[in-house]
């Protein structure tokens, strides 16, 4: 039940928002497609070969059930999905703009910083709860930590347990403290090899393949600031210009 309201909490505003143009396919023969083709030509979007026939995917104007011909009711709000998400941006803010606040990594609905839960509470408008909806819940107390990018990182519990995330990455492949030292350092990367499922729809099959996957520094969303020994100490925020940043 906890997981089930997690889900509906992170995934149903976002329905709200999704895109309302749906598709559908139909195989067509290849005697009969150049019609097709002249009648629906703007609304193809994808063609697999099948043979004597063709797989086409094509962009639908109504919305009507692949099973029946029922029309589907989407209840699309995008003020919905766009005021959450907006509402959740002023809560994070807070964090980011008060001086007092010294937070070392952040993303969209978590914070690490230095401060005790009491404390933050007192600056945040008691912000740390654990059994009240919309506030913080105290995840870990740490005694080490390492944030190399946005969803990449190494936390070390008081407790001992080492817990990383490495977004794109399977989570079974194993990675260390020293892994994660070892990418401070500017320009040093460290390459994975993981499996891959592709399909292949005209073969009817799924194909497994080994994929590199590269972790490193990025600066995609801030500036990263090293010492002399070229190692990362922090970012700091774009300054953004009419024409260019620095």
Same mark, same amino acid.
């Given at each position: 039940?906890?997981?089930?309201?997690?889900?509906?909490?992170?995934?149903?505003?976002?329905?709200?928002?999704?895109?309302?143009?749906?598709?559908?396919?139909?195989?067509?023969?290849?005697?009969?497609?150049?019609?097709?083709?002249?009648?629906?030509?703007?609304?193809?979007?994808?063609?697999?070969?099948?043979?004597?026939?063709?797989?086409?995917?094509?962009?639908?104007?109504?919305?009507?059930?692949?099973?029946?011909?029922?029309?589907?009711?989407?209840?699309?709000?995008?003020?919905?999905?766009?005021?959450?998400?907006?509402?959740?941006?002023?809560?994070?803010?807070?964090?980011?703009? /008060?001086?007092?606040?010294?937070?070392?990594?952040?993303?969209?609905?978590?914070?690490?910083?230095?401060?005790?839960?009491?404390?933050?509470?007192?600056?945040?408008?008691?912000?740390?709860?654990?059994?009240?909806?919309?506030?913080?819940?105290?995840?870990?107390?740490?005694?080490?930590?390492?944030?190399?990018?946005?969803?990449?990182?190494?936390?070390?519990?008081?407790?001992?347990?080492?817990?990383?995330?490495?977004?794109?990455?399977?989570?079974?492949?194993?990675?260390?403290?020293?892994?994660?030292?070892?990418?401070?350092?500017?320009?040093?990367?460290?390459?994975?090899?993981?499996?891959?499922?592709?399909?292949?729809?005209? /073969?009817?099959?799924?194909?497994?393949?080994?994929?590199?996957?590269?972790?490193?520094?990025?600066?995609?969303?801030?500036?990263?600031?090293?010492?002399?020994?070229?190692?990362?100490?922090?970012?700091?925020?774009?300054?953004?210009?009419?024409?260019?940043?620095?």
């Amino acid at each position: 039940m906890n997981y089930i309201a997690k889900l509906l909490l992170n995934s149903l505003y976002g329905r709200f928002g999704m895109d309302d143009r749906f598709t559908y396919c139909s195989f067509i023969s290849k005697d009969s497609y150049l019609k097709y083709e002249s009648d629906y030509s703007d609304k193809i979007l994808d063609i697999t070969d099948f043979g004597d026939n063709y797989l086409v995917e094509v962009e639908s104007d109504e919305t009507k059930s692949m099973l029946d011909d029922r029309t589907e009711i989407h209840n699309i709000n995008i003020s919905i999905a766009s005021s959450v998400t907006a509402y959740a941006r002023i809560i994070m803010s807070e964090f980011k703009n /008060k001086s007092k606040i010294k937070l070392y990594y952040t993303d969209t609905d978590s914070i690490y910083t230095d401060l005790k839960p009491s404390k933050l509470n007192k600056l945040v408008n008691n912000i740390v709860d654990s059994k009240t909806l919309g506030k913080l819940k105290l995840e870990s107390v740490s005694n080490r930590a390492i944030f190399i990018s946005p969803k990449v990182y190494f936390i070390q519990t008081v407790e001992g347990e080492e817990i990383y995330k490495v977004k794109g990455l399977n989570k079974n492949i194993p990675l260390t403290e020293i892994d994660f030292n070892h990418l401070l350092t500017k320009t040093n990367t460290i390459i994975k090899s993981q499996d891959k499922w592709y399909k292949h729809i005209s /073969k009817g099959i799924i194909e497994v393949k080994a994929q590199l996957y590269t972790l490193q520094q990025t600066d995609n969303k801030r500036e990263l600031v090293y010492n002399s020994s070229n190692q990362l100490i922090g970012t700091k925020p774009y300054n953004i210009t009419t024409n260019e940043y620095n």
